[in-house]
């Protein structure tokens, strides 16, 4: 019996080594499935979900067709289009439809939004008086004409937020390619292409300067493009470093590392200050909604005797 007691201690460890070694295969497999999955694409929708795209889509070109029309009409400014592409650009929207589909929106919703508010107020704003009614359907006209630029700006405000937080990695990527003896052009364009699943807008604007270094010339005005396109400091920055580096032959991987150093702490301190903000932040709702309870907890009882006190007097 005593004999049995190793053995068995020897069989109860190779199992479980055993059951753990297939665990890690079994889960080691299903990462690599995942990721042929990914890389094959994604499954077919279903025929009502494919439906659904496909008349979005549909709609969606209508509509830039409405707002191309109007573009080609020569209805709108010089300077209002080019606004509105400059707008477009700092949020990553970029196409030949996208300037048509914006003004198609527009139009839109500018239309349709006092339809509903008159068929709204027709229902439920009887008593309402005829002035005040107009009033309404006035507002909704402009908020439908005003909705598109509220939605651009916060996307322009988060698409720059992700900018300056995948800068850094861009750059450390540029450092690595220029330890590797790449170019500076190859470079951006890796950055493009390393950075598209981590971070996708500081990759898409990476993509499209290589893009305009692989059809231009000039690369002083296109890094100056880089800096300018997005209007963020980081970028600015950048566009000047590489800008002198072509200029005046200064080390780039150097350049490139303490830029990378420069914005982390940038983005460090920023952290540090909205921190140091909370306490102030925090004074507010503490006054309204947990100072009240402490006052209700100490005084209560004291106020319970007063009113007892006063009760019993009265009588």
């Not at 049995?4 to 080594?17: D, H, K, N, Q």
């Not at 094959?40 to 029309?69: D, H, K, N, T, Y």
């Not at 909704?140 to 509220?150: E, F, K, Q, R, Y």
């Not at 990378?260 to 940038?266: C, G, I, T, V």
């Amino acid at each position: 019996m005593t004999g049995l007691r190793p053995a068995l201690c020897v069989a109860t460890g190779a199992t479980l080594l055993a059951a753990a070694l297939l665990g890690a295969h079994a889960r080691r497999q299903r990462r690599i499935g995942r990721r042929l999955r990914d890389l094959r694409g994604r499954p077919a929708a279903r025929p009502a979900v494919a439906g659904v795209r496909e008349l979005g889509r549909s709609s969606l070109r209508l509509i830039a067709a409405m707002g191309q029309w109007i573009v080609q009409r020569g209805l709108l400014s010089a300077g209002t289009l080019d606004e509105l592409r400059a707008s477009l650009a700092a949020t990553g929207v970029r196409g030949a439809g996208a300037i048509g589909l914006l003004i198609g929106l527009k139009i839109l919703l500018a239309t349709l939004s006092p339809l509903l508010m008159a068929l709204l107020l027709s229902r439920v704003g009887g008593g309402m008086p005829p002035l005040l009614h107009r009033a309404f359907v006035a507002a909704a006209a402009i908020g439908g004409l005003l909705l598109p630029d509220t939605i651009l700006r916060a996307r322009r405000r988060r698409y720059l937020r992700q900018v300056e937080r995948g800068l850094p990695d861009a750059l450390d990527v540029m450092v690595i390619c220029t330890q590797a003896g790449i170019g500076l052009g190859p470079a951006i364009a890796q950055v493009g292409i390393e950075l598209q699943d981590a971070c996708p807008a500081i990759a898409g604007e990476f993509a499209v300067t290589a893009g305009e270094l692989a059809v231009t010339a000039d690369t002083g005005q296109v890094l100056a493009n880089l800096g300018t396109r997005t209007g963020i400091d980081g970028l600015r920055r950048l566009s000047a470093t590489l800008l002198q580096t072509q200029q005046y032959g200064t080390p780039l991987t150097d350049a490139l590392r303490g830029l990378a150093a420069e914005l982390r702490q940038d983005i460090l301190t920023r952290y540090e200050a909205g921190a140091a903000r909370l306490g102030v932040l925090l004074t507010l709702p503490t006054v309204l909604f947990i100072m009240p309870c402490v006052f209700l907890i100490a005084g209560g009882p004291a106020g319970i005797q007063v009113m007892h006190v006063l009760h019993h007097q009265g009588r």
